[in-house]
């Protein structure tokens, strides 16, 4: 029931009985408790954030997260920040308020140290034992056991980190409502696919006289297993089923989202330190947007059959010709591809977001 607003000027105004609120679109899964009696009070960690129009306010001092009821799930960790939507009439798309620009040094150091580790390293170590001056003295079996032993340390330490901002405590970018051993989808997917990489690198290198093509796929075999997982989550969103698990901020039993979704949320969020705040703005910007939806389809379509291919394509190669040059082809083509594909998605993710503003006020383009 709504306070009374007649007053006489001797009696005290009286604060409403329920607190304010806005308009805003829900994280699926989760709702707003209309009293802030025994919610976790989530204050932003980052206040210098400047949303695109003024409609849309990242995180204000004094708001509260969403979320469920705590005593049902009471070791759940709620997302530190609340993005709120109070342009009703959406004049304009949420905005992400996320740049690759001021990251660009950070990308770039990161891929290249990626491709001196699982390129260059795994290549020089090779020949430079198999045909340098230690040939007398190293057997076939521990030219490659040396040089299994140190692939991919660049990606095993990221992999650590990772797993430590989100598991720490008061994580920034914890998935949204998820229990704090749950990570993040990303990094389950990263260990489904370094346990299938691992079984090939030491199945490869137990025998005296190591297979060589075996060792020269891991990159081709994870390809493949993301691939393939992509087009599976938009097979079954086209499908109408819902999520079979938690898929990131995603719950169970919601309705799945395309594939790359998830992947989206979780590097920008975590690797790319956009933090929950990322999570919340990427859910409005998907829910209120039918051309990002679309987009995000095709974005899906076009790396997932690509990875598949190139995998394929490539495994096919290195079963084909000369030893020493599927080695180079097996740790070489997955990257490049990956490179060309990503010089590919940038300007076509520029072209269709400016498409987005174009259109918006076209009631077409809108949920």
Not at 124 to 136: A, E, I, N, S, V
Not at 340 to 359: F, G, M, N
């Given at each position: 029931?709504?306070?009374?607003?007649?007053?006489?000027?001797?009696?005290?105004l009286?604060?409403?009985?329920?607190?304010?609120?806005?308009?805003?679109?829900?994280?699926?899964?989760?709702?707003?408790?209309?009293?802030?009696?025994?919610?976790?009070?989530?204050?932003?960690?980052?206040?210098?954030?400047?949303?695109?129009?003024?409609?849309?306010?990242?995180?204000?001092?004094?708001?509260?997260?969403?979320?469920?009821?705590?005593?049902?799930?009471?070791?759940?960790?709620y997302p530190?920040?609340?993005?709120?939507?109070?342009?009703a009439?959406?004049?304009?798309?949420?905005?992400?308020n996320?740049?690759?620009?001021?990251?660009?040094k950070?990308?770039?150091?990161?891929?290249?140290?990626?491709?001196?580790?699982?390129?260059?390293?795994?290549?020089?170590l090779?020949?430079?034992?198999?045909?340098?001056?230690?040939?007398?003295?190293?057997?076939?079996?521990?030219?490659?056991?040396?040089?299994?032993?140190?692939?991919?340390t660049?990606?095993?330490?990221?992999?650590?980190?990772?797993f430590?901002?989100l598991w720490?405590?008061?994580?920034?970018?914890r998935?949204?409502?998820?229990?704090?051993?749950?990570?993040?989808?990303?990094?389950?997917?990263l260990?489904v696919?370094?346990?299938?990489v691992?079984?090939?690198?030491i199945?490869?290198?137990?025998?005296k006289?190591p297979?060589?093509?075996?060792?020269?796929i891991?990159?081709?075999t994870?390809?493949?297993?993301?691939?393939?997982?992509?087009l599976?989550?938009?097979?079954?969103?086209?499908?109408?089923?819902?999520?079979?698990?938690?898929?990131s901020?995603?719950?169970?039993?919601?309705?799945l989202r395309?594939?790359?979704?998830?992947?989206?949320?979780?590097?920008c969020?975590?690797?790319g330190?956009?933090?929950?705040?990322?999570?919340?703005?990427?859910?409005l910007?998907?829910?209120?947007?039918?051309?990002f939806?679309?987009m995000?389809h095709?974005?899906?379509?076009?790396?997932?059959?690509?990875?598949i291919?190139?995998?394929?394509?490539?495994?096919?190669i290195?079963?084909?010709?000369?030893?020493d040059?599927?080695?180079?082809?097996?740790?070489?083509?997955?990257?490049?591809?990956?490179?060309v594909?990503?010089?590919?998605?940038?300007?076509?993710?520029?072209?269709?977001l400016?498409?987005?503003?174009?259109?918006?006020?076209d009631a077409?383009?809108?949920?």
């Amino acid at each position: 029931m709504a306070p009374n607003t007649q007053t006489s000027s001797t009696e005290p105004l009286r604060a409403p009985e329920t607190p304010p609120t806005h308009p805003s679109l829900q994280v699926p899964g989760i709702a707003v408790r209309g009293s802030p009696d025994g919610e976790r009070t989530a204050r932003s960690q980052d206040q210098t954030s400047t949303p695109l129009n003024g409609n849309l306010s990242a995180t204000q001092p004094n708001s509260r997260a969403p979320s469920p009821n705590p005593s049902a799930n009471p070791s759940a960790v709620y997302p530190h920040t609340q993005v709120v939507f109070e342009d009703a009439d959406f004049t304009r798309p949420p905005p992400l308020n996320y740049s690759l620009q001021p990251r660009k040094k950070s990308i770039f150091w990161f891929w290249f140290l990626i491709f001196l580790d699982c390129v260059c390293m795994p290549i020089g170590l090779y020949f430079g034992m198999w045909y340098g001056l230690t040939r007398d003295q190293l057997s076939a079996n521990a030219v490659f056991s040396i040089s299994t032993a140190l692939l991919g340390t660049v990606s095993i330490v990221e992999y650590f980190i990772r797993f430590m901002r989100l598991w720490r405590k008061n994580s920034n970018c914890r998935v949204i409502g998820a229990q704090r051993h749950y990570l993040d989808w990303f990094h389950w997917n990263l260990s489904v696919g370094w346990f299938f990489v691992m079984i090939e690198l030491i199945a490869g290198t137990c025998p005296k006289n190591p297979p060589i093509r075996l060792l020269a796929i891991p990159a081709s075999t994870m390809l493949f297993a993301i691939g393939c997982e992509l087009l599976l989550v938009d097979v079954l969103r086209i499908a109408g089923i819902p999520a079979p698990c938690r898929i990131s901020s995603l719950p169970m039993g919601a309705p799945l989202r395309p594939g790359i979704y998830a992947y989206i949320e979780d590097i920008c969020a975590v690797d790319g330190s956009g933090g929950t705040e990322f999570r919340q703005r990427l859910n409005l910007r998907y829910q209120a947007s039918k051309a990002f939806r679309e987009m995000l389809h095709r974005l899906t379509l076009f790396w997932a059959i690509g990875a598949i291919l190139c995998s394929a394509v490539t495994v096919a190669i290195v079963f084909t010709i000369q030893r020493d040059a599927a080695y180079i082809v097996g740790w070489t083509v997955p990257f490049l591809w990956a490179g060309v594909w990503t010089a590919i998605t940038v300007p076509w993710v520029k072209k269709s977001l400016a498409h987005e503003y174009a259109q918006w006020t076209d009631a077409r383009w809108k949920a």
